[in-house]
Nanobody, 125 residues
Framework: QVQLVESGGGLVQAGGSLKLFCVLS????????MGWFRQAPGKEREFVGA????????YYADSVKGRFTISRDNAKNTVYLQMNSLKPEDTAVYYC??????????????????WGQGTQVTVSS
């Protein structure tokens, strides 16, 4: 059974940085992609970025491009989301998720198979 556990969220001032962690277990992830999503109160869950487990190719939403970076450590089965230059509008619950790699890194929440429990990120102005 695939499990994803996020951590690293918290409260930060605008302009600051946070690093989120997603530890995966339950299978080997070669041939899978990992996505980061976020959901603010009253809004739909939205795509933040994704990484291909094999090769490490990444793709980002325009709203975070240049500020957020996704990486992974194969040996630790961990995916990271480094968030810099944070803005109040980045405030949300952040989720990692995974699904089989079908060649598309522009992921949608409905296509993800497994989700973590989420971690709150709050950016104060």
């Amino acid at each position: 059974q695939v499990q994803l556990v996020e951590s690293g969220g918290g409260l930060v001032q605008a302009g600051g940085s946070l690093k989120l962690f997603c530890v995966l277990s339950g299978r080997t992830f070669s041939g899978y992609v990992m996505g980061w999503f976020r959901q603010a109160p009253g809004k739909e869950r939205e795509f933040v970025g994704a990484i291909r487990w094999s090769g490490g190719m990444t793709y980002y939403a325009d709203s975070v491009k240049g500020r957020f970076t996704i990486s992974r450590d194969n040996a630790k089965n961990t995916v990271y989301l480094q968030m810099n230059s944070l803005k109040p509008e980045d405030t949300a619950v952040y989720y990692c998720a995974t699904t089989r790699d079908v060649g598309n890194l522009r992921l949608r929440p409905s296509t993800m198979n497994s989700w973590g429990q989420g971690t709150q990120v709050t950016v104060s102005s």
